[in-house]
């Protein structure tokens, strides 16, 4: 059954040797200067211009530095080197691509301003909070991808997959994170990474044992090994336990945004004209987001309305049209 799922999606015709892998995705075999020399290059150029478009807002930048990124080579070649049996010190330059894109994005923010909203970026939220549809995009990514490498002719699939699954910007949000002093919003921006790097691996060495890529003993059982499972279902929980947390963990947030949302609703009911345009949390505080023509009602009656509807402790802040921002205190307190 194996072989003729094999022959479906790698047609003879099709197929990439294993030579023609190890040449595009070892780092370390052929003509090793010209392809480390390339690779770095472009990895320092794709954070620049992704440290660029992260800073600017602009998903079209940031776009552009997926597709030229080339830190899915070395990430594929440790997912070939797996099923291969073989170290190919790829792990290593994985570290220090990441080492230098984080650096790009600590230096670059070296140009904003003390008092910089980090969550008013939308290239910057978007990266901070990854979950579960993150990761089975990331794997449907990986899948994809080594596909793509091992035939012939779907090459051109490749800058989508770039796009799809994003390595270098998470890095650089990371960076610029850190250099905010931001650790809680650095660490998720690094597990959207971690998820996305192990997504990759996880495909890789799935897509390249099953086309038959494996080493002599595997092809002849026509199965992965044991160590090869072993390691593929680690990779997946590490993934997969942080990223459920942080998921039920935004549910969680969304049911006290919702709820405090109607609540508030209801304390400008008497207020002509008022209205409540979003709620949202941030750094353990919840932002209540109201427009109104004149006076707000107290602050004070909105945190007894919120008592039993959401965890006491939360700080609340109600954020008004005109600019002006009342510290209502905290529920329950």
Sequence with gaps: MLSGVRALVLPASQRRSLDELTQDLDLSSGDTRSKRSAFWTMLTLSSLIAAAGVLTDSTATVIGAMIIAPLSTPIMGIALGSVQRRRIGAVRVVLAACAVVIAVGVLFTLVLPDNYDLLSNSQIS??????????????????????ALARRDVAAVLP????????????????????QLAGSLALGALLL??????????????????????????????????RTYAAMGLLFVVVFVPLAVNTALTLLINSWTNQAKSTAEQWLDDTPGASVTSVDMASRTMYIHVRAPGDLPPVKALLARLEGRIPDGIPIVVDTARGRRIDAGKVGG
């Design 126 to 147: 978007s990266r901070t909070s990854p979950g579960l549809m993150d990761l089975v995009a990331a794997l449907a990514t990986g899948f994809a991808g080594a596909v």
């Design 160 to 179: 989508g997959v770039a796009i799809a699954i994003s390595l270098v910007p998470p890095l650089v949000v990371a960076g610029v994170c850190l250099g």
């Design 193 to 226: 990474f971690v998820s996305n790097f192990f997504a990759l691996v996880f495909g890789g060495m799935t897509i390249f044992a099953a086309l038959g890529y494996g080493t002599q003993a595997d092809k002849a059982a026509e199965r992965p090994t044991r």
